[in-house]
């Protein structure tokens, strides 16, 4: 083999062998902070888990917020999937009733995962163009950007067929709801007293009561007399 292509073969595997590291770190990390929470995850920690030395982590990641943030965009990947799911439903509001489940089941599944997305503050990366840190963090705001989307599309739908309050704009009706179901989320990761309701429950009454009756009218989204569920 000529030697322009021995070393391109050399750089490719020295690639791979990079990326599997890396990917070896994320995957140790997921199941520290799934285990014991973000706090106990130390980048120490972390290379006696995969036997390697502490420099060498430092090669594919600078600290461990940067870790968190890496994993913090794998969340919102898996969120947005979890709502994708659902996408071909064609009753948008029987899409919300699903998305809003698949939120809550996801938060209650992954808590520290959930934590670390929306319930931890975490420093902005030093610098925008700052590499594979700034990269991370962009990911992660256009991923959680994207599952918004989902939910505001299906209340445009609604919109458009004339199935929310007047002045209820769709973007904010998402990201009301969205709010809403984070709270019940927290509620129930940080052990509050309240709520007794079962979570179900809770999603269901927090959809209707978006949509209650305006002027005496009949509310024209109960979860009583949910449209068809089937797909397109």
């Not at 799934?34 to 600078?62: C, N, Q, T, V, W």
């Not at 919102?76 to 809550?104: G, Q």
């Not at 505001?152 to 969205?178: H, K």
Request: glycine share 4%; proline share 5%; net charge neutral.
């Amino acid at each position: 083999m000529p030697r322009t292509g021995l070393q391109a073969q050399r750089t490719e595997q020295r690639r791979e062998q990079r990326q599997a590291l890396r990917e070896r770190i994320l995957q140790v990390s997921r199941e520290i902070v799934k285990r014991e929470g973000f706090a106990s995850l130390s980048m120490r920690k972390l290379a006696e888990a995969i036997d390697y030395s502490p420099a060498a982590l430092y090669l594919h990641f600078r600290s461990r917020d940067e870790i968190a943030r890496a994993l913090r965009t794998e969340g919102h990947a898996r969120l947005r999937e979890a709502f994708l799911a659902h996408s071909t439903i064609v009753d948008p509001a029987a899409r919300l009733n699903a998305m809003a489940r698949a939120y809550v089941e996801f938060g209650l599944a992954e808590p520290e995962t959930y934590r670390l997305m929306f319930m931890m503050f975490m420093e902005p990366a030093a610098f925008a163009d700052a590499g594979a840190e700034a990269t991370a963090s962009g990911h992660a705001a256009e991923s959680g950007a994207a599952a918004l989307s989902l939910i505001a599309d299906a209340f445009v739908e609604l919109r458009a067929a004339d199935r929310l309050p007047p002045r209820a704009a769709p973007l904010a009706c998402a990201e009301g709801l969205w709010a809403n179901l984070h709270g019940i989320v927290a509620l129930k990761l940080n052990g509050a007293s309240l709520p007794e309701t079962p979570v179900a429950t809770l999603v269901e009454l927090s959809l209707d009561a978006w949509f209650a009756p305006v002027n005496g009218t009949e509310s024209r989204f109960t979860c009583a007399n949910r449209p068809d569920t089937s797909t397109r």
